[in-house]
């Protein structure tokens, strides 16, 4: 059974908090529901729809114990909504499961050698994913962390064992490598990047709010994820005809362009996302809300959208592939790219925007054409 891409954050999460106090994964181990609380809070963006927390709380945890991940405890605070007193995190293999056969080290990778036998199959996942990628021997000129998430198990792991390949190295941080995180940051080369700060509307922040003004141009650019709105800020032309940059957070653009208005001055809206089922009904979804309150509709950054499929490695989406109808119109919005998007929704697969990256952004221009209206002089 799959599950949410929040519950299997928060399975994640606990998995990662009971290695830290020594479980091997091999018997079921009691976690009390102030340690799921700590879990919960610090998954990214777990209640993006601003839900009562012990709800959605609830509904994951349910979702975790179908699917046969966790076991909750009969006994509850009794509460309106009620959360059990404690779980029970159930054993993912055999104590006498023999390890996997340890793969020849990167001359930077030996010490993992004395690590292996102990290692849980996630751990061991992670560390061969790590080890071919240095051993291809790779620019590790320095990136965003999601940036270099998605290179390394994005292409050199198993949709298995990572199904959201840019975002594993948010939460794996068991064990001594992945504990080590200025370490492994250096090892990388890669650099944390934090998300825009939020403010009630993403139009009156100044500075790092759900925006970032760029410039005294009237175009409004969209990009759905906080890594790629970074990297794109600090990739900017000298030359634009930007006012902002948002960061979309996922839907919440759908009902946050309304707090677009008039004195704004915006007079184009662009967009820029993940190339999936929901990246594709979001753009769609805001632009209706946006022309249904006298503003422009948004429209695809066609050259970033462009170097999304060249430059991309296609994984399984979470969600069910689409029927051939609804892919292709929602990949008709992107224009010019519409029957390669059809064909990925329909297979079920994904293409996540951090493959279009920063190195990639400093080094290439192309993309400058969507951060120009069409009447800028080139």
Do not use: C
């Not at 996540?352 to 192309?366: D, K, P, Y």
């Amino acid at each position: 059974m799959s599950i949410s891409r929040p519950a299997s954050n928060l399975l994640d999460e606990l998995v990662t908090a009971a290695e830290r106090v020594g479980w091997k994964q091999t018997a079921r181990t009691r976690v009390a529901i102030s340690r799921v609380w700590e879990a919960y809070h610090r998954i990214p963006v777990a209640n993006a729809d601003n839900e009562y927390d012990r709800a959605v709380l609830r509904r994951l945890l349910l979702d975790l114990e179908a699917s046969g991940q966790i076991r909750l405890l009969r006994s509850d605070d009794r509460e309106k909504v009620a959360l059990p007193t404690a779980i029970w995190l159930l054993p993912t293999r055999s104590a006498t499961t023999p390890p996997a056969t340890m793969p020849p080290w990167h001359p930077e990778l030996r010490g993992l050698a004395t690590l292996w036998p102990a290692a849980t199959p996630k751990q061991r996942a992670a560390y061969a994913a790590v080890n071919r990628w240095l051993l291809t021997n790779p620019d590790r000129s320095r990136v965003p962390v999601r940036e270099r998430s998605l290179e390394i198990f994005g292409r050199h792991g198993s949709a298995a064992n990572f199904p959201t390949p840019e975002k594993v190295l948010d939460t794996l941080r068991s064990g001594p490598f992945f504990s080590d995180r200025e370490e492994l940051l250096r090892l990388i080369g890669a650099f944390v990047v934090h998300p825009p700060l939020l403010a009630e509307r993403f139009t009156e922040a100044i500075g790092d709010g759900y925006y970032h003004r760029v410039g005294g141009g009237r175009m409004l650019l969209v990009i759905e994820n906080a890594t790629t709105w970074w990297s794109v800020v600090n990739s900017l032309p000298e030359q634009h005809d930007l006012g902002y940059v948002a960061w979309g957070l996922g839907n919440t653009f759908t009902a946050s362009v309304k707090t677009l208005s008039a004195r704004h001055a915006v007079a184009e809206i662009r967009y820029f996302g993940d190339l999936d089922l929901s990246g594709l009904r979001i753009p769609l979804s805001a632009s209706a809300t946006a022309v249904g309150n006298g503003l422009p509709q948004v429209r695809p950054a066609i050259h970033l959208y462009r170097d999304l499929l060249r430059l991309g490695l296609p994984i399984a989406a979470k969600e069910n592939a689409a029927a051939s109808a609804d892919a292709t119109r929602l990949a008709g919005w992107l224009g010019e790219n519409t029957s390669p998007v059809a064909a990925l929704l329909t297979r079920g697969e994904r293409l996540a925007q951090e493959w279009v990256g920063f190195r990639h952004l400093r080094a290439n221009t192309a993309w400058h054409a969507d951060v120009r209206s069409s009447t800028h002089p080139s």
